[in-house]
């Protein structure tokens, strides 16, 4: 399966302030997730990433927002823009791979 | 729309006991993957088992497997020999075999297991 390095680990940010979330996978993927998680709570899905094309946003999450990067099948970034108290969240990305889906260690976001 | 239901918020076991984590969903599919994934508090989601619809035949990983019932579309997680370690937030989700490029995870809302020593 494949190995995700998913930084920053952990983050404290101002209100108005925007942070980039990098997803670093050591292989080749063709389709990549980025889900915001509640402490405690379950998954919800963002936007799928592909390589070479535009994400695609659930409902609920927009462009604006929450800009997604995909520069090639072994990397992506998510921005949390203007961020407010109620962007404070764990964020993770995730691939497909083989037997099943792999994720990264996750990003803990505290805006204050 | 595909649905996933784990009704039970919070579970609890002595240690080298067995516990069992149900999970439902709703589909109109035939054919698709569930998954059972485990979230201690590291964060890290860590796969524990995965179940193809066409089998018939339960998944089973070491001490964990399945109660696979396709017409009644329950899939629960038996966990025996429980250990410390087991103790962990464990998510049941659901996919399409045949969504072509939508390979998007369908997610319940957790069940906490808490592991007695």
């Known amino acids: 399966s494949a190995v995700i390095s998913q930084k920053p680990s952990r983050d404290i940010c101002q209100r108005g302030t925007s942070l980039t979330i990098q997803c670093q996978v050591d292989?080749?993927?063709?389709?990549m997730f980025w889900y915001r998680q509640q402490p405690g709570q379950s998954l919800t899905l963002i936007a799928t990433?592909?390589?070479?094309?535009?994400?695609?946003?659930e409902s609920g999450f927009v462009i604006d927002k929450f800009p997604i990067s995909r520069p090639n099948l072994t990397f992506s970034t998510l921005t949390v823009s203007n961020m407010s108290p109620e962007d404070s969240s764990i964020y993770l990305c995730?691939?497909?791979?083989?037997?099943?889906?792999?994720f990264g260690s996750g990003t803990r976001l505290t805006v204050v | 729309a595909q649905t996933v239901t784990q009704s039970q918020p919070e579970m609890s076991v002595q240690e080298a006991e067995t516990v069992t984590l149900s999970c439902t969903y709703d589909t109109s599919e035939s054919d698709y993957y569930l998954f059972w994934y485990k979230q201690p508090p590291s964060r890290q989601m860590i796969l524990v088992i995965r179940?193809?619809?066409?089998k018939q035949q339960n998944a089973t990983e070491n001490r964990f497997s399945v109660n696979f019932q396709k017409a009644a579309k329950s899939f629960s997680l038996k966990i025996s020999d429980s250990q410390l370690g087991d103790a962990a937030m464990y998510f049941c989700a659901y996919r399409s075999r045949n969504a072509g490029n939508n390979r998007k995870l369908i997610w319940g809302l957790g069940t906490s297991l808490a592991v007695n020593p």
């Open positions: 292989s080749q993927v063709t389709m």
């Open positions: 995730s691939v497909v791979m083989g037997y099943g889906y792999t």
């Open positions: 179940q193809e619809a066409y």
């Open positions: 990433a592909n390589q070479g094309s535009e994400a695609t946003y």
